[in-house]
């Protein structure tokens, strides 16, 4: 069983700041690169952000400069800093995560139950 959780979302002011995370658990031998993505009402789901397991960062252009990601790989753990945030931020995020479970097979994509941001005055 491979299960990724998340956490950190919630209703936030224009300009403030939210910290997402996401931690993989289960049965895992390796962790290769982690994300975030998007999906607002009436939208394809569109990326935010993404991170190699050497911490190489990518970001979407509307989050450039303003949002930061990161992972803990002793915990399994990536990390989402939005800072600066706007009513266009407004969406459910969802964690995205390449992991490995047996030591000679391929990396294979799993999904987090995803966690709601909302900007709003």
């Known amino acids: 069983q491979v299960q990724l959780v998340e956490s950190g979302g919630g209703l936030v002011q224009p300009g403030g700041s939210l910290r997402l995370s996401c931690t993989a658990s289960g049965t895992i031998f390796s962790t290769n690169a982690m994300g975030w993505y998007r999906q607002a009402p009436g939208k394809q789901r569109e990326l935010v952000a993404t991170?190699?397991?050497?911490?190489?960062?990518n970001y979407a252009d509307s989050v450039k400069g303003r949002f930061t990601i990161s992972r803990d790989n002793a915990k399994n753990t990536v990390y989402l800093q939005m800072n600066s945030l706007k009513p266009e931020d407004t969406a459910v995020y969802y964690c995205?995560?390449?992991?490995?479970?047996?030591?000679?097979?391929?990396?294979?994509?799993?999904w987090g139950q995803g966690t709601q941001v909302t900007v709003s005055s």
């Open positions: 995205h995560a390449e992991l490995k479970i047996q030591r000679d097979t391929y990396y294979y994509g799993y």
């Open positions: 991170i190699t397991s050497s911490s190489t960062a």
